[in-house]
């Protein structure tokens, strides 16, 4: 029903900056959150930044600030990342809450390092 798809992921060095971009396919019958989630090696998964259906939006303490959440229309998800840390590097996953299901993308990968 619903397919999502990351990207933008890729290296970059400690300090610079990067978007990671979620789209969504497929029919959008309800309105939705989403969420951006990461897993670094040896890790848990974790959330990082949630966008309410209202557009209200919480962060990870370790990446206020520094990261920011938003979207574009319906089906695009953006998560600007700034001032990035090697401790950042992980496999970053789209999540959605629509049509009363959670929505997994299959992850980008961010890798911070000099």
């Known amino acids: 029903q619903v397919r999502l798809q990351e990207s933008g992921g890729g290296l970059v060095q400690p300090g610079g900056s990067l978007r990671l971009s979620c789209v969504a396919s497929?029919?959008?019958?309800?309105?939705?959150?989403k969420a951006w989630y990461r897993q670094a090696p040896g890790k848990e998964r974790e959330l990082v930044a949630h966008?309410?259906?209202?557009?209200?939006t919480s962060y990870a303490d370790s990446v206020k600030g520094r990261f920011t959440i938003s979207r574009d229309g319906v089906k695009t998800v953006y998560l600007q990342m700034k001032t990035l840390k090697p401790e950042d590097t992980a496999v970053y996953y789209c999540?959605?809450?629509?049509?009363?299901?959670?929505?997994w993308g299959k992850g980008t990968l961010v890798t911070v390092s000099s």
């Open positions: 999540k959605w809450d629509a049509n009363g299901m959670a929505y």
């Open positions: 497929g029919t959008i019958f309800s309105i939705n959150t």
């Open positions: 966008i309410s259906s209202g557009g209200s």
